[in-house]
Structures are given as C-alpha cells and as structure tokens.
C-alpha cells in the first residue's frame, strides 16, 4: 500500500509565524508536520543561516542597521555580512518585495520585532531537541540555494550543507531528511561527486529552462542521481472552466521514471481561482493528483485533511 503523504512545513509554520525563524519551526513541530524546510544561504565568513533569499531587506531591518552596505541594485546581500553582523538583525513578517506592507497582511503582524536570524547548526540543535522532548521525529528538508552564486563568491555551499547534516547525523538514506535544489547539475554532483546518501529532490518551476528536463527521457535521467520531483502546484493540474481539476501528465511521467513527487507551496492566502479553500485544494492533491508530499505555510491544515483523506492516526 502506497503511503500517505508527507507533510513539509513550508519555511515552518510561516502563515502563523515569521518565516524560518526558530518560533516558527517550533510550532510547526507541534503542529503535526513531518519535515521542517531549510532554507540555506552562507555569509561572507561561510557560517550557514536558514534564509529563503540570498538578500535580507524582505525579511529583516539590515537596510537600517547598517545603512551604505547595499549594492548598485538596491539590496543587502547576506553574503556581504559576516554571521556577527547578521545576529545583530531583527527578523520581521516578509514584506512585499520594495514594500513596507506585509506580502500576506493577515499573518503575524509585519511592525512586531521578535525574532532573529537562526544558523543552520541552532535550527538542527532545536529540531534535534525536540524530536527528544516530543519523542517524535520531524525531519528535515534543506535547499542548497543558489549554489552557482556561492561558487562564484567562492563558497562551496553544498559541502558545507553536508558537512553540517552529518555532523547531525544525517548522511545515510533511511536518515529522516531531504535534500532539494533547483539546480540540477548541483544535484547531480551532489550525488556523484560529493557521494551524498540523502534523497535527492529536483525542485522546478514553470519555466522554459526546465522543459527538456520534464520530459519523460528528461525525467528517466534525472531518476539516475535523485529521488523526487518537487513542483509548483500548478504544474501538476490542468484547469478547465466548469471542470474538476485534473492531474497533468507531468505526474504520469514522474511515476514513470520512479521520481516521488513533492508539490509547492500550498497557503490559505494564495489559493488558485478553482479553490475555494485550502482545505479543498490540498484533498485535490491527495486523492485525485495523488502527489507524495505537500510542502505548506499552514501545517496544521495539511495534517488534518491528510487524515480526513488517508485516515491516519
């Protein structure tokens, strides 16, 4: 009998909480995810920090704290600050981009400065920790982000992501984690070359550069080095109008070529046209597309239609 899906906490509980900071994570662990998202960027000085971009003005007061650090275009990069300087950064609701109002207005509220940015080693300790109180195990789910971009600024990100999952114990298939990127020659030398053990998942988009890749020959080759699709949720539903949404072959073609798929980003703010709530939306996924894992800013919501649809207990 195949599984029921697997809930990913998208950048934790972040429809409740300001994305990827620890309070975040920790609700989303009690909240019923399986797996907390990593996003991971590095600093100037090479430390890891869970960020979804490689800049810091959506998310942070940087451009106040330290005035004249940004480049010709505007924006405060992470890598041009050392971890030091970064703990010294408060942590807001995101923003829309440019913007002082919040992306999603009705989520924490986006002027409330609680939170910091947290390393990759204290998000671990945290998860590590609570896996021990709860006696559950939540696993992770790390995105090496813009590895061409650390490269050319001469960091190594993906070796540097191992090094810590394995300092935690994560490095052997069975381990409760993920590994995602967008890039798929960095995936592919994630597994040939840097001999990673982790189940890889190849992350894509709606976008031309992935087209050769998400045909069914693309998809047999990429099953050689990963384990898993992980789409945006339109790529795996063709709309009609007065229609039920049905399942494209894109999943048709990932079954084909032994790829799971883990579909993106399911949130009670941004619901397509045909969804009345996000309720619907994810009973859609689990039954009719029948998709492995959902990645979600509202866990909780995830958890509770998994067993209306799969009756887990």
């Given at each position: 009998?195949?599984?029921?899906?697997?809930?990913?906490?998208?950048?934790?509980?972040?429809?409740?909480?300001?994305?990827?900071?620890?309070?975040?994570?920790?609700?989303?662990?009690?909240?019923?995810?399986?797996?907390?998202?990593?996003?991971?960027?590095?600093?100037?000085?090479?430390?890891?920090?869970?960020?979804?971009?490689?800049?810091?003005?959506?998310?942070?007061?940087?451009a106040v704290k330290f005035p004249g650090r940004r480049r010709n275009d505007g924006r405060h990069y992470v890598i041009d600050f050392d971890l030091t300087e970064l703990k010294a950064l408060t942590i807001f609701e995101r923003r829309a981009p440019g913007a002082a109002t919040a992306k999603?207005?009705?989520?924490?509220?986006?002027?409330?400065?609680?939170?910091?940015?947290?390393?990759?080693?204290?998000?671990?300790?945290?998860?590590?920790?609570?896996?021990?109180?709860?006696?559950?195990?939540?696993?992770?789910?790390?995105?090496?982000?813009?590895?061409?971009?650390?490269?050319?600024?001469?960091?190594?990100?993906?070796?540097?992501?191992?090094?810590?999952?394995?300092?935690?114990?994560?490095?052997?298939?069975?381990?409760?984690?993920?590994?995602?990127?967008?890039?798929?020659?960095?995936?592919?030398?994630?597994?040939?070359?840097?001999?990673?053990?982790?189940?890889?998942?190849?992350?894509?988009?709606?976008?031309?550069?992935?087209?050769?890749?998400?045909?069914?020959?693309?998809?047999?080759?990429?099953?050689?080095?990963?384990?898993?699709?992980?789409?945006?949720?339109?790529?795996?539903?063709?709309?009609?109008?007065?229609?039920?949404?049905?399942?494209?072959?894109?999943?048709?073609?990932?079954?084909?070529?032994?790829?799971?798929?883990?579909?993106?980003?399911?949130?009670?703010?941004?619901?397509?046209?045909?969804?009345?709530?996000?309720?619907?939306?994810?009973?859609?996924?689990?039954?009719?597309?029948?998709?492995?894992?959902?990645?979600?800013?509202?866990?909780?919501?995830?958890?509770?239609?998994?067993?209306?649809?799969?009756?887990?207990?």
């Amino acid at each position: 009998m195949k599984p029921p899906p697997i809930v990913i906490a998208h950048r934790g509980a972040s429809g409740y909480l300001p994305e990827h900071t620890l309070a975040a994570k920790a609700l989303a662990h009690g909240l019923g995810a399986d797996y907390l998202e990593q996003d991971v960027v590095a600093t100037r000085d090479s430390q890891l920090v869970v960020l979804h971009d490689l800049y810091l003005d959506d998310v942070s007061d940087v451009a106040v704290k330290f005035p004249g650090r940004r480049r010709n275009d505007g924006r405060h990069y992470v890598i041009d600050f050392d971890l030091t300087e970064l703990k010294a950064l408060t942590i807001f609701e995101r923003r829309a981009p440019g913007a002082a109002t919040a992306k999603y207005p009705a989520r924490f509220p986006a002027d409330v400065g609680l939170f910091g940015i947290a390393t990759l080693q204290q998000e671990l300790e945290l998860i590590r920790g609570l896996n021990r109180s709860t006696g559950r195990t939540v696993g992770i789910y790390p995105e090496i982000k813009d590895p061409q971009w650390h490269r050319q600024h001469g960091i190594d990100l993906s070796k540097l992501v191992l090094a810590e999952l394995r300092a935690f114990g994560y490095s052997r298939a069975g381990d409760a984690a993920f590994v995602q990127c967008f890039d798929n020659a960095e995936l592919a030398r994630l597994k040939q070359e840097l001999k990673c053990e982790l189940p890889l998942i190849q992350l894509v988009e709606p976008a031309s550069q992935y087209e050769a890749l998400l045909t069914a020959s693309g998809l047999r080759a990429l099953s050689a080095y990963a384990n898993g699709l992980g789409p945006h949720h339109s790529q795996l539903v063709e709309v009609e109008e007065g229609r039920r949404p049905r399942p494209t072959d894109l999943v048709r073609r990932a079954r084909d070529a032994g790829l799971r798929v883990h579909a993106y980003t399911f949130r009670r703010d941004d619901l397509p046209a045909y969804a009345p709530t996000l309720e619907d939306l994810l009973a859609l996924f689990f039954v009719d597309v029948g998709v492995d894992g959902v990645f979600s800013d509202h866990p909780d919501v995830a958890a509770r239609v998994r067993v209306a649809t799969h009756k887990v207990q």
